[in-house]
């Protein structure tokens, strides 16, 4: 079955970064849009950022400029590099991926930004 798998996830200092990696199985990978999307407790789970098939991305204006979303189609992989966290930025983050009907979740991974 279809299989997207984040890992990266952890606790880091206010001013650190993580990289987010998202590993797929059992889809065309490169027709995909991938998205990052996150959860705070309490709070609905939002858009962080994506790309699409052709390479173009769209950010949360809470992320411009500090996080960074590409794609390897060779690995089948999406990446988001996390730099200047902010505690704001805690939360689950979820690797998403669209094409048409087909919608497919990874599992999560938590990122807590604390000192």
């Known amino acids: 079955q279809v299989q997207l798998v984040e890992s990266g996830g952890g606790l880091v200092q206010p001013g650190g970064s993580l990289r987010l990696t998202c590993a797929t199985s059992r889809i065309t990978f490169r027709v995909y849009t991938m998205g990052w999307y996150r959860q705070a407790p309490g709070k609905q789970r939002e858009l962080v950022a994506a790309i699409t098939s052709d390479g173009t991305t769209n950010y949360a204006d809470s992320v411009k400029g500090r996080f960074t979303i590409s794609r390897d189609n060779a690995k089948n992989t999406v990446y988001l590099q996390m730099n200047s966290l902010k505690p704001e930025d805690t939360a689950v983050y979820y690797c998403?991926?669209?094409?048409?009907?087909?919608?497919?979740w990874g599992q999560g991974t938590q990122v807590t930004v604390s000192s």
């Open positions: 998403n991926s669209k094409y048409y009907t087909n919608d497919y």
